[in-house]
């Protein structure tokens, strides 16, 4: 079920799910022959699950931008700090980073429910590991740029019993603090992005480092999230791809899940590379393989059976991506960990948002009353940009950062984080959160009046 928020009297959630699926037989042969009987091709059915009342689509249609230069942005900001990095309004898409985190954390945390009932650790590490690429699925076709938080500004988000906050601690440099729990879990993330130019491409490093303890087993996995990159800024249609790799670690159980998101060699640089592979090793021993495609589907299967079978498989995951349709090409022996979403009517019209991001900026009656002015469904700028209202956007936007430069002048308690404590350890969550005594709490977005809009674009 998808929760927007957790009272006991909030309606009942109504799952619609896709029964189509179509599977080629797989011939029972030894790993060690090469043949393209050895894989399976299946038809990925995407789940959907949509809370009972949440909206389906987005105010206003936005046509996928072509034909643009990234190039002309980024241009003037050469030499600069990246991190203060700025963009027209319409190259905003109406979320801001503190969303888009809970859109990575929380879409599938029912993955992270499923790794606590399991027995086996080397189980455990592969739903965990199926868990930290589904996060990545939504930055498919998101060549967009989500509003930066203002300082101390807020999001929470809940789902299957579980709950997330963020809060904006830094803008120079930019540190947003995550911290979600749920029945038998805890996890904690840092991040601070960081993005370079080089050559024709932009390099987005989101510095991110996650830990997840799971309290039943009292095991604590880390990983860090990888690079994004946004190729053809100078010439060509620009498009994306993450690189490098992903290593998730548990020092308890001695697992740690080895992820490659980069083709060696294997694709070309015209479109964004889907693949994953890797393995789990136990000490030094590859125990399973995992791989599939990081914006669809996520399979497991004995090491061996990938080791022996991944040039063949290299090459009919390439075929299966270029084909129409969900497809995923399956290794002997293989389970499916995860498959994402299915996605919205007239997707690319809309951000190319999923079912979760659409809801992100909704306020509930029971939201609007329980949520501190400082969250993002509150940020008047994005809610014009929502509408189309650019002009009102951008002046907004304007005016609200400004008022942010003068707190930040002032200091004091005006820039102090309230729900995430510095000590030497590092940051951690105060729980103070979900007492909700929000009556102290400033209004960051206090929108202004027409007559300062006004002279704000006069000096424009």
């Excluded at 904690?188 to 991110?208: G, Y």
């Excluded at 990888?226 to 100078?234: A, D, E, G, L, S």
């Excluded at 270029?322 to 389970?335: E, F, I, M, Q, T």
């Excluded at 979760?356 to 939201?367: A, D, H, Y």
Aim: proline share 7%; net charge positive.
């Amino acid at each position: 079920s998808l929760l927007l928020t957790p009272p006991p009297s909030s309606p009942p959630f109504i799952p619609f799910i896709s029964t189509h699926s179509t599977r080629l037989s797989l011939l029972s042969m030894s790993n060690s022959a090469r043949s393209s009987d050895m894989l399976t091709v299946t038809d990925i059915t995407r789940p959907t699950v949509i809370a009972q009342g949440q909206r389906m689509k987005m105010p206003r249609e936005v046509p996928p931008r072509e034909g643009y230069s990234l190039w002309e942005i980024i241009k003037p900001n050469l030499g600069r700090d990246f991190s203060r990095f700025k963009v027209p309004v319409n190259m905003n898409e109406p979320v801001t980073m503190l969303q888009r985190l809970a859109e990575s954390y929380m879409s599938y945390i029912d993955l992270v429910l499923k790794a606590i009932t399991k027995e086996s650790a080397t189980d455990r590490m592969e739903i965990i590991a199926a868990y930290a690429i589904s996060g990545l699925s939504a930055n498919r076709n998101r060549l967009t740029k989500p509003f930066n938080p203002l300082l101390l500004e807020t999001f929470e988000y809940h789902k299957d019993g579980c709950r997330f906050l963020a809060e904006q601690v830094s803008n120079h440099p930019p540190v947003s603090l995550v911290h979600v729990e749920g029945p038998g879990f805890t996890l904690d993330a840092t991040v601070s992005p960081k993005v370079s130019f080089w050559m024709n491409r932009l390099i987005c490093n989101p510095n991110s480092v996650v830990k997840l303890v799971l309290t039943n087993s009292n095991e604590t996995y880390t990983w860090e999230t990888p690079t994004c990159t946004i190729w053809n800024v100078m010439l060509g249609k620009p498009y994306m791809n993450l690189s490098g790799n992903l290593a998730i670690r548990c020092q308890s159980t001695g697992h740690e899940a080895r992820l490659n998101f980069d083709s060696n060699g294997g694709w070309s640089q015209r479109s964004t590379d889907l693949h994953v592979d890797g393995y789990i090793h136990q000490g030094k021993t590859a125990v399973r393989g995992i791989y599939g495609n990081w914006s669809l589907y996520v399979a497991a299967c004995p090491a061996s059976s990938l080791k022996d079978n991944y040039s063949l498989w290299q090459k009919s995951f390439l075929k299966s991506v270029s084909d129409k349709g969900d497809k995923a090409v399956l290794l002997p022996s293989s389970n499916i960990l995860w498959s994402a979403f299915k996605l919205p009517d007239r997707y690319e019209m809309q951000y190319h948002f999923t079912f979760v991001t659409l809801q992100l900026n909704e306020i509930t009656p029971s939201l609007k009353s329980s949520i501190p002015p400082t969250d993002s469904r509150r940020r008047p700028d994005m809610i014009k940009l929502e509408y189309g209202q650019l002009d009102a956007a951008c002046d907004t936007k304007e005016y609200i950062e400004e008022a942010q430069r003068a707190r930040r002048k002032e200091g004091g308690k005006r820039t102090k984080p309230r729900w995430f404590t510095h000590g030497k350890d590092g940051w951690v969550f105060n729980k103070a959160y979900w007492d909700r005594k929000f009556d102290d709490c400033e209004d960051i977005f206090e929108e202004p009046s027409g007559s300062v809009m006004r002279t704000a674009r006069e000096k424009r």
